[in-house]
């Protein structure tokens, strides 16, 4: 079977790059005869390259949000075709306009593909202040499959007009952490905190850092905490900054604060992994986006370090309300969100079972059970061909 993925892809800094790349190497694990190919964006230069570890040849073929696609045709035409074309979209990526979907026509039309699927990784409500959004979605009708993650995607679509039968609902891929046997010290060290700056009930918030990730909110409702001092607390924020508002906030609290840790540097999915496996703890005090339906990549990797997880009730948090709903707050809530946290720490062993529900969610969400549900739409689909 010969797979092509149109997605970003590391080292460019994007979670659906990650998404791809764990989908792919989870394929080959299960596959080795699959021929998978990468058709990747221009961010990380144009040269080709082989990733070792998902064992895929990557091609540098498009600019985010173009309109005409012609980088990923021609190498379609190079390689003389795919037996399934995958696209991994994101309007951030690939734009609110029907290019993307005009070149799939064109491959269809061409013999170039025989098949081909969409993961939209965000749904848009009638709501939408983004123009173009919803005529893309109403022409999702061209591919052989829609891929979405939530309940949530799954009914705005039917709503909107897409064949139920076109539908497929497979969950994000969750990476079960390797570090959790591994002590607080060497995991310090392999991340460059020194061990003395991590005392006592240790929060962490790891990811993206902007306003709709409610960093704001969690720096309102930790502040207390930790400026005072009450019950040790050590809370990490770790990743990219996307807001320089924000850092500097971020920054004012470290200074000010001594039981805060800033690391403001871009994170890989292990360097993630190994902050939570380092907390007690995480922190997703998500804000609400409005009229969009998406799944939050970063609630999975912290699903698979089996640690208990604060949340909020925005749409990207389905999936924690659905399993622990006594561990999610009201969105924009930083008191309530306060309240949860002292409530954690004080009633920790009765917050870990509570959570098993989502553990058992985790594990049944590993990504290569997510992959083999993947392989089995794409045999069903070359089937029907």
């Known amino acids: 079977m ?37 058709f990747a964006d221009r961010k990380s230069g144009d040269e080709p390259r082989y990733d070792e570890l998902a064992k895929v040849q990557v091609y540098p073929v498009f600019t985010h949000e173009e309109y005409e696609y012609r980088g990923l045709l021609d190498k379609l035409t190079e390689i003389n075709g795919v037996d ?25 039309e061409e013999g170039l593909v025989k098949k081909t699927v969409i993961t939209m990784h965000t749904v848009d409500h009638p709501y939408t202040l983004r123009d173009g959004t919803l005529s893309f979605q109403g022409q999702l009708h061209v591919f052989d499959r829609v ?21 497929a609902r497979i969950p994000h891929g969750t990476l079960l952490n390797p570090y959790l046997w591994m002590p607080r010290y060497l995991l310090a060290e392999e991340l460059g905190l020194r061990e003395e700056s991590i005392n006592g009930f240790i929060l962490t918030v790891p990811g993206f850092l902007r306003k709709d990730k409610g960093l704001d909110l969690l720096i ?21 900054v996307r807001d320089e508002k924000l850092k ?18 871009w994170l890989t999915s292990d360097e993630i992994l190994k902050i939570v496996a380092l907390a007690d703890a995480v922190v997703l005090p998500y804000r609400d986006r409005p009229a969009a339906y998406s799944v939050s990549g970063i609630l999975h990797l912290s699903m698979g370090g089996m640690k208990p997880i604060i949340g909020t009730r925005a749409p990207r948090l389905i999936e924690l309300y659905t399993n622990a709903p006594r561990m999610t707050v009201p969105t924009r809530s930083p008191e309530e969100l306060m309240r949860k946290i002292k409530w954690l720490r004080e009633n920790y062993d009765v917050a870990i079972p509570y959570m098993s529900q989502l553990y058992s969610y985790a594990v049944r969400t590993e990504w290569h059970r997510i992959a083999r549900r993947h392989l089995k739409l794409y045999r069903t689909l070359l089937k029907q061909e």
Not at 89 to 108: L, M, P, S, T
Not at 228 to 233: L, V
Not at 248 to 265: A, C, K, Q, S, T
């Open 2 to 38: 010969r797979i092509g993925y149109a997605s970003t892809y590391p080292p460019t800094h994007c979670g659906v790059g990650e998404y791809t790349r764990m989908l792919v190497t989870a394929l080959h694990s299960l596959d080795l005869s699959l021929e998978i190919t990468v």
């Open 84 to 108: 399934i074309l995958h696209i991994q979209h994101e309007y951030g990526i690939f734009g609110r306009h029907n290019g993307i979907i005009k070149a799939v026509r064109e491959a269809v």
């Open 147 to 167: 891929i979405v993650h939530s309940v949530l995607q799954e009914f705005e679509l039917i709503h909107q007009g897409i064949e139920q039968r076109k539908l």
């Open 220 to 240: 309102k409702a930790v502040k207390p905490l930790i400026t005072r001092g009450d019950d040790n607390y050590t809370l990490i924020v770790a990743g990219e």
């Open 248 to 265: 500097e906030d971020i920054e004012e609290m470290v200074r000010n604060g001594p039981n805060l840790v800033f690391l403001d540097r």
